[in-house]
């Protein structure tokens, strides 16, 4: 059974910084290309950031403009776990977030998500 089981959300100040954590059980971690996708009120869900395997890519890493600078998104492949560093954090980001596993077409799985509220 696969389990994505986010952490490390809450009540955050605007200018103030936050850690993401995701550890995953049930898959082959490191094959499998990690993200963090976020979901406001009234909004879609959009992404955040991902970030590639080390085993069958190169690790490399994509960001939503809106947060590049300010997020960074990293995975340590010996706890299964990936993590989402944000700083400078603005009201606009407050949303819901979740943490997301896929690999090809044959895996393709999410956490239940952490709400994080930045107040202004």
């Known amino acids: 059974q696969v389990q994505l089981v986010e952490s490390g959300g809450g009540l955050v100040q605007a200018g103030g910084s936050q850690r993401l954590s995701c550890a995953a059980s049930?898959?082959?971690?490191?094959?499998?290309?990690m993200g963090w996708y976020r979901q406001a009120p009234g909004k879609q869900r959009e992404l955040v950031a991902t970030?590639?395997?080390?085993?069958?890519?190169?690790?490399?890493?994509n960001y939503a403009d809106s947060v590049k600078g300010r997020f960074t998104i990293s995975r340590d492949n010996a706890k299964n776990t990936v993590y989402l560093d944000m700083n400078s954090l603005k009201p606009d980001d407050t949303a819901v977030y979740y943490c997301?596993?896929?690999?090809?077409?044959?895996?393709?799985?999410w956490g239940q998500g952490t709400q994080v509220t930045v107040s202004s």
């Open positions: 997301n596993a896929r690999f090809r077409s044959t895996g393709n799985y």
């Open positions: 049930g898959i082959i971690f490191s094959i499998y290309t």
């Open positions: 970030i590639a395997s080390t085993i069958t890519s190169d690790g490399s890493t």
